[in-house]
């Protein structure tokens, strides 16, 4: 089954790090873009990092430029995020997705791991 | 980033038609083919239901359709069943952006 699992969620201070792990199932990762989509509480979804099939290339959206890093590990079929220098409103689940594929769509997503930014 | 704007809300009666816009700009919506859908029931992740505009994953529902016509992508779903009842979200490739998602729509089943 194709299916994506995050983990590394959690409760932060601001001004602190955390890193997500998302590690892929089901399919050839080494085929794929991978994306990072968060959504903060009540809020709609918002598109945050992705990373090309090799790691060469990467895109983030304007907000966490600077703080964030994406990374993946093919030979682990994992994908990563290192989030610093956090903010409250990081605040949000972050889910992990397949793509861009699909002329620019997201088809497969994990559930989502929660991040929380407070002191 | 470039924004897209979908209404904040829509309804319709078991059995009705509904469309959804996502409204975007020249470098986004307008510019390019890459526009997708998805679907999001509370408490679950965003499930893929429209890409390149008009295209259906398989498994989806040949009652969900897409289309576009100059900066506006549409969203409509025939037939109305009470399990289409969720949040709604386009999503456009830009040029400045590059990936950005409409604010979302809730979409209630009478």
């Known amino acids: 089954e194709v299916q994506l699992v995050e983990s590394g969620g959690g409760l932060v201070q601001p001004g602190g790090s955390l890193r997500l792990s998302c590690v892929a199932y089901?399919?050839?990762?080494?085929?794929?873009?991978m994306s990072w989509v968060r959504q903060a509480p009540g809020k709609g979804l918002e598109w945050v990092a992705n990373i090309k099939q090799d790691g060469s290339e990467k895109h983030f959206v304007d907000s966490v430029k600077g703080r964030f890093t994406i990374s993946r590990d093919n030979a682990k079929n994992s994908l990563f995020l290192q989030m610093g220098t956090l903010r409250p409103e990081d605040t949000a689940i972050y889910f992990c997705a397949r793509g861009p594929h699909l002329g620019d769509a997201f088809d497969i997503w994990g559930q989502g791991t929660l991040v929380t930014v407070a002191s | 980033q470039s924004a897209l704007t979908q209404p904040a809300s829509v309804s319709g009666s078991l059995g009705q038609s509904i469309t959804i816009s996502c409204t975007g700009s020249y470098s986004g919506v307008g510019g390019y083919d890459f526009v997708s859908w998805y679907q999001q029931h509370p408490g679950r992740a965003p499930k893929l239901i429209i890409y390149r505009i008009s295209n259906r994953p398989s498994g989806v529902s040949d009652r969900f359709s897409g289309s576009k016509s100059g900066n506006t992508a549409s969203l409509t779903i025939s037939g109305l069943q009470a399990e289409d009842e969720a949040q709604y979200y386009c999503?456009?490739?830009?040029?400045?952006?590059?990936?950005?998602f409409g604010g979302g729509t809730k979409l209630t089943v009478l």
């Open positions: 999503n456009s490739y830009t040029s400045s952006g590059p990936w950005v």
């Open positions: 089901g399919y050839t990762f080494t085929d794929y873009w």
